[in-house]
DNA sequence: CGTCGAGCCTGAAGGC
DNA sequence: TGCCTTCAGGCTCGAC
């Protein structure tokens, strides 16, 4: 679930719902490996303290509390958002921090997401490469990320080159560029950089658009007030191989690349 | 410098 | 129908 966009689409949704100003009054923790493993340290840390913002950075949501950050990562599985405090908690809700009113919960069934809770959000996130969604987003800038010998889908996943990328939109990106994904970075020409500079961005705000992608039939937890995602009806060739290419109508391929699965078209994709 | 596989977890999907 | 295997949108670590 969680890449750019759906992380983008928590965040606007936990703004829109007004949770900036809410206090974090308690809070209870199920699964304490999802908080660092100390539930009791993670407590004493966060009651009571406001929320005085909640912005993104790559796939982070990074919570401002007053005397400290929350960063929170939803790696495989996970979804935040707000319930009525009445509200019986679910199956894997991990954490819930109680806001009087209002619940912030933690569903997250694979138990792989991170709450960290930090005085210096800096270590972590100046770790991470440039915002392909910032207005200094270049192909120039591109070009200097992927000057290696690494094949370019294994440069777009890697955090530290540039942050938000994940398997789903660097396959749409690399179809919209027509670059095929086992492409060393330092091998790519000025044109194809050119197109994927203006692609990454493309992907991302149309995900963003469509609430995110959601796969599989009823996987995830959308209470009322979280946009249902819709972009998986847009995707080109993410998880449809065998299926026509809508730019040649090639039969797009499937195989692994950097160890992911990775769909293309073998056809346009050069 | 780079690739690969394992591990962390669970539920869904596919094969028989 | 039911069991078993395989696989998954992320990331880190150690081996090579």
Known sequence: MPELPEVEVVVRSLNQQGVVGMVIRGAEVFWPRSVG???????????PQTIEGITRRGKFIVISLENGTLLVHLRMSGVLYLVDAGVPRTPHEQVILHLGERDLRFHDPRKFGRFIWTQDPRETL????PEPLDPSWSAALLA??????????????????????????????????????ATPGWDLDPPRLARLARAIPHVLHQGIAHGGTRLGNGAGNFPGGTAVPRHQHALRVFQRAGLPCPRC???????????????FCGNCQG
Request: without cysteine; hydrophobic residues 45%.
């Open 126 to 129: 100046n770790r991470l490469g």
């Open 249 to 263: 109508a090639a039969p797009i391929a499937r195989t692994i690349v950097a160890g992911r699965t990775t769909h």
């Open 37 to 47: 493993g100390d539930a009791t340290a993670f407590l004493s840390s966060v009651i």
């Open 144 to 181: 200097t990320l992927v000057q290696r010998r690494r094949m370019i889908k294994a440069l777009l996943l890697d955090q530290h080159i540039i942050a938000g990328l994940g398997n789903i939109y660097t396959d749409e990106a690399l179809w919209h560029a027509r670059i095929h994904p």
